[in-house]
């Protein structure tokens, strides 16, 4: 009897060091002192969102803001759910009631697909099982989206397997990666068919021409917005797009090891840098976009420091944290002062945006 | 017949790439080269009357026909007819618009003609030259959504439930696509078109009546 209380004993203190342990390294991944200044960087930025919200739970009138901006609250340090308040139940009543037939959550027809996965991003992270009929017919509306042969589209056009802004407009990286973040994580099916078609455009999309078919594909590994076209001139690779690459591969199942990721990957530390979205037209172009998907794409990614070109290792996460907290406003918000493309100009998105990637840096 | 070649020239002359919105995009460059072709062939009497004006809307119907008639020989162009529809109207009224504005002006029908041919074609290219303008308002969407409006093309697209603005072509060639910007809605397009029409048309016939003999006014305004 006294050995086994021994033993047990025993066992406990283990379990306590070992949960020690895990502890430590959980809070190596970040420099104390700045956690905490992240934390309270997000909480600034939660109660600049909250401060403007709209009467009916939305932000900017819009679905897809909306459910950024529900995501920045439901992911945060802070655990908010829906026996909060009102605060995150009306957005959720927002982005139910723009509902449409085909299985879509959007309040216009233009960026259904953007509203839609953003939504569906949203509904999943409050883990509440009633809204798992609207997720389903949200996987049918994306599922219909996607180009394939139902759209006249054989497997050798490089449309195929792409998903675009949710009209009869051409598919492209970042309209899929956003689609894709949805389907994960609402728990579609890894063996549903949508995934696989995917990655054929995925794949498409990325300068390495062993793994993609097309003419113009370079071989330096990164992503370009779309196959054949980048917004910064011919199909040049840059930051947003080859992390949203990365990230898409990743939804789509592929292996950390898997060439296609190692080559993103390589191109992100070739590149790496948070002054600016590299590789973009002056750089301040889909700046905070980059910040959101590099954190994540990162995080997902799971190395806590990478090497860059000149072999200096960085923790991203500190790096990230120091940059957004430099860049953050007297009141909480976040803004792109100096480019409003891909709605920057918009306080809300962005501020919505900057929390997301500092919740993805802290987890 | 003019009229058909200049559709068949515009169809040959834009080759509008394969891609999901290839069939209203090709249905955009038909529609919009019947407008300034219509604009400059359409011939408007210099002495105007009502009879004159009813072949005017005569004319622009025509013109519509011929239009549609292209769309849907084009197999690459064709569509349902009742989808086409919204479009042919907008298309009707835009014509009537701007040729209502020639009679106005019967007495310079020429010059009349040519400045409203090149505000209409510089106002279809507007998405392509206001983006940078649209941009620098930096987060006001009501000003990106007034550049986004002006232009004809949009109450063309609008009809087709097209966003233009993010299909390869315009997207790579315009900063609007990246922008927040809603259309104006159809019915919002067909108001102010057909009141723009309507009020031409009442400067024209005020014109006339300002034209006619006195006895002539004088029943007229009694009846």
Redesign the interface.
Known sequence: MMRTTKNFALLITGFFLLGGFAQTAETEKMDPELRNKAQRAVDAGLHFLRGTQADDGSWSNSVGVTALGLRAFLQSHRGYNESDGAFITLPIEFMLAHINDDGSISETNQNRNYNTAVSMTALAATENDEYEAVLEGARGFLRKLQIDGDDGYESDHAYYGGIGYGGDERPDLSNAYMALEGLQASATDPDDPVWEKALIFVSRSQNRSESNDQEWAANDGGFTYMPGFSPNGGTASYGGMTAAGLLSLLFAGVDKDDPRIQAAYDWIRMNYTLEHNPGSDGGVQGLYYYYNVFSKSMAAYGEITLVDADGNEHNWRNDLAEKLLSLQNDDGSWVNPDSPRWWEGNKQLVTAWSVIALNAALK | MPLVAALFVAGMLFDVPQ???RS?LLILVYASATLLSALLLVPIESNMSGRSFRILVGQCALAITVFVLTTQLDPQARIQIGKLLPLAVILFLLLLSALSIVMVNSRHQDSTRQLVFLVIAISLSAPLWLGPLA?AT??SSTMTNLIVGVSPLSALAVSL???YL???WF??HS?LG???Y??YSWSNYVLLLALIAAGFAFRATGVKLHRMPNRIKNRVSTS
Request: charged share 35%.
């Open positions: 891609g999901p919105a209203a941009e930096g987060n439930d097209l966003d993010r299909t390869s997207y790579e900063v990246s922008l927040r809603e259309y």
